[in-house]
Every structure is written in structure tokens, then in C-alpha cells.
């Protein structure tokens, strides 16, 4: 199996799984409009407006997820998925699903390492949601706009996937 599709059947097993039991699911992208392939998670959400059911409450958080925490709590979510892009020393595109408590353990799987760690803290104890990120291995996040083509694909691929895997 070549690498990409070998990354797809990882990713969708690793997302089904985590998606067992999903009634109401909140969907955050994560990034920097400026920083290229930063802004991937931001890309995806954007990407499923429109094409999801009301089950689930899309955001597009950009660099402060943290101004919407009233807002993912009044919602009362299952599930809660943070799309970020994040280096993990893979190959570009590569999509991993994590669970904040890496975000101690790995200070370089996030670009917004303590924040988002302490995002993630609230939102567990504030909500009984199941929380995890969906980190994506960037190209170029250097100053730019716009996903490289490779960022592109892997965004394409993976609003497919949750397309189908939302409630």
C-alpha cells in the first residue's frame, strides 16, 4: 500500500473508532491565515459549512479557541476535535489523531503548545465531552497564504472522511 493511502486507512480507523458514540460533536479548526499550512484545520472547517447536520457545531477558532468556550459548552458536546496543524517530524500531510495530554508530553506535536493544552484542561472539565486533536503535519508554515498543494489533498481527503464519520 503506498504511504498516502496506508495514512488514509490509519487516520479513518483511528476516527471511527474515537467517534464511537458521537451525538453532538464540535469540530474546531485551529491556525494562522497567514502562516501557510498552519491553517489547515481552519481550511477543513471551513470546507464542511453547509455539509454537515446540525449535530455538529463547526469553528473556526483561527489562533484563539479559547474565545469559544462559552459557546462549545452551552452546545453540550459529546465528542469536541481540534484541527491543527502540527509538527511531528512525519512526512507533509501526515494526519495523527492525538490526545491533549501528548500536548505535555510532546512540546512540538502543536505550533500553539501551552494555550491549547490549557484549552483542552477546561473544556475537560467543564464539559463531559471526549476531546482530541487531529494534528496534520505542515509543509510550510512560513508567511503566506494559502495550503500547499500537498496540505490541499490531505485537507480534501480528510473532509471527506468526516463527512462521512459525523453524526
Known amino acids: ?13 483511528s476516527l471511527t473508532e474515537w467517534f464511537t458514540g458521537a451525538e453532538k460533536v464540535v469540530v474546531a479548526g485551529i491556525g494562522n491565515p497567514f502562516r501557510r499550512d ?4 481552519v481550511e477543513i472547517v471551513k470546507k464542511l459549512q453547509n455539509r454537515v447536520s446540525e449535530s455538529v457545531f463547526l469553528i473556526e477558532a483561527e ?3 479559547e ?13 469536541i476535535l481540534l484541527i491543527d496543524a502540527g509538527i511531528m517530524n512525519q512526512k507533509p500531510g501526515t494526519p495523527k489523531l492525538a ?4 500536548l505535555m508530553r510532546k512540546s512540538s506535536i502543536s505550533t500553539h503548545t501551552l494555550p491549547l493544552r490549557i484549552f483542552c484542561d477546561y473544556l ?7 476531546i ?5 503535519q505542515p509543509q510550510d508554515a512560513s508567511f503566506g497564504e494559502g495550503l500547499t498543494p500537498k496540505l490541499k489533498q ?10 462521512k464519520l459525523l453524526p
Open 38 to 41: 498552519d491553517f489547515v484545520g
Open 1 to 13: 500500500m503506498a504511504g498516502s493511502e496506508e495514512q488514509t486507512v490509519d487516520i479513518e480507523h
Open 132 to 136: 482530541a486533536l487531529l494534528i496534520i
Open 63 to 65: 489562533t484563539v479557541p
Open 99 to 102: 490526545d491533549p495530554t501528548q
Open 154 to 163: 490531505t485537507a480534501k481527503n480528510l473532509i471527506n472522511l468526516l463527512q
Open 124 to 130: 475537560t472539565e467543564t464539559t463531559a465531552a471526549k
Open 67 to 79: 474565545s469559544f468556550i462559552d459557546p462549545i459548552t452551552k452546545f453540550k458536546p459529546t465528542h
